[in-house]
């Protein structure tokens, strides 16, 4: 069965702390996906990774970092949280068949992050 | 660009009522669409897809058509159930798959016994 984790389902942390959020996939996908879901707003794109060591921006980059140095993880740092980065974030892989971004997407269950 | 637009929430309905929810697309081409749901404090599982215009993408009782013409996927289900309580979300890939999937904002159900 496909199985996409997330390190922590609650994350309470200080404004200013580096936070790192880890995500495995055990289906060997290529693609892996960070959002971030706010209500009234839905889920936006912060960075996905087509590939081990690539990484490229989504629709809110800015604030963030990722790493993929092995296929099955995919990390989203936050270099020095805000209380603007409180938020329910999701992470996601697919298959990249054809070389595509656009395959069915597998989602983790989500970490609630407050930042205090 | 690409884009989707969701019916706004939240819908609320009594259990055994008629369901829809309205999705339409802006995309070059012919994207793939899709619905996915996300129960409460869960994760986005994928519900249904179609890949071609006039197909239908059916999953636990819903079903939805893909309108070329009317640019539309709407979700629909003959007589939903207090177990369908979630979030719904409509989204497209385009037919390159340069880019990766695009979703609108998400509908909020609630059935009520």
């Known amino acids: 069965d496909v199985k996409v984790t997330q390190s922590s389902r609650y994350l309470v942390k200080r404004t200013g702390e580096k936070v790192f959020l880890e995500c495995v996939q055990d289906m060997d996908h290529e693609n892996m996906f960070w959002y971030r879901q706010d209500p009234g707003l839905g889920l936006r794109l912060i960075y996905f990774?087509?590939?081990?060591?690539?990484?490229e921006k989504g629709d809110i980059p800015e604030g963030y970092s990722v790493s993929r140095e092995k296929k099955e993880r995919f990390s989203l740092i936050l270099e020095s949280a805000s209380t603007n980065q409180t938020s329910m974030y999701l992470c996601a892989s697919s298959s990249r068949t054809s070389g595509s971004l656009g395959e069915t997407q597998y989602f983790g269950p989500g970490t609630r992050l407050l930042v205090l | 660009g690409n884009s989707v637009t969701q019916m706004e929430g939240p819908v609320t309905l009594s259990e055994e009522a008629f369901l829809t929810i309205n999705c339409t697309y802006t995309?070059?081409?012919?994207?793939?669409l899709f619905w996915y749901v996300q129960y409460p404090g869960e994760g986005l599982q994928l519900l249904l897809k179609a890949t071609k215009a006039d197909d239908k993408g059916s999953n636990k009782g819903f079903e939805a058509t893909y309108r070329k013409e009317t640019t539309s996927f709407h979700l629909e289900k003959g007589s939903v159930q207090v177990s369908d309580s979630a979030v719904y979300f409509c989204?497209?890939?385009?037919?390159?798959?340069?880019?990766?999937?695009?979703f609108g904002k998400g509908t909020r159900l609630s059935v009520i016994a």
């Open positions: 990774s087509y590939d081990v060591k690539m990484k």
């Open positions: 989204a497209l890939s385009d037919r390159a798959g340069n880019t990766p999937l695009v």
């Open positions: 995309a070059t081409g012919y994207p793939s």
